[in-house]
């Protein structure tokens, strides 16, 4: 099993849903509201504690867990969906998974997702 996080814009939440909702074998995701910087910051721009986090860019964090014959096509999908083809479209990670617990009934494993 893959954890997969993709941080994108917020506008493009909705398409990135709608095209996940097609992929065979997926079994749900969760979305974050996030907020932070990348790249694109000014590298000579001051550092310091801004109290009203006016320096922050918004973002949204999908997870999606899934197992590993459809990771590929996950990225591919999210990638497709999020892009606009500007700075800052966003970050698709991939992470391992050791176990899954479905709390409810206690079930393991891949089926647990």
């Known amino acids: 099993m893959k954890e997969i996080k993709a941080y994108i814009k917020p506008h493009k939440l909705s398409q990135v849903t709608l095209a996940l909702h097609d992929v065979g074998?997926?079994?749900?995701?969760?979305v974050t509201d996030a907020r932070g910087f990348g790249r694109s910051r000014a590298?000579?721009?001051?550092?310091r504690?801004?109290?009203d986090?006016?320096?922050y860019v918004p973002h949204v964090k999908i997870e999606v867990v899934c197992s590993d014959e459809i990771v590929e096509e996950v990225i591919a999908v999210i990638q497709e969906a999020a892009?606009?083809?500007?700075?800052?479209?966003?970050?698709?990670?991939?992470s391992g998974i050791e176990t899954a617990i479905?709390?409810?009934t206690g079930?393991?494993?891949?089926?647990?997702?």
Do not use: C, F
Not at 83 to 94: A, E, M, N, Q
Not at 107 to 112: C, N, S, V
């Open 25 to 30: 074998g997926l079994t749900g995701m969760s």
């Open 43 to 47: 590298k000579d721009a001051p550092r």
């Open 83 to 94: 892009y606009t083809g500007l700075r800052g479209d966003g970050k698709i990670y991939v």
């Open 102 to 104: 479905r709390i409810e």
């Open 107 to 113: 079930e393991r494993g891949e089926g647990a997702t």
């Open 53 to 55: 986090l006016a320096d």
């Open 49 to 51: 504690i801004v109290e």
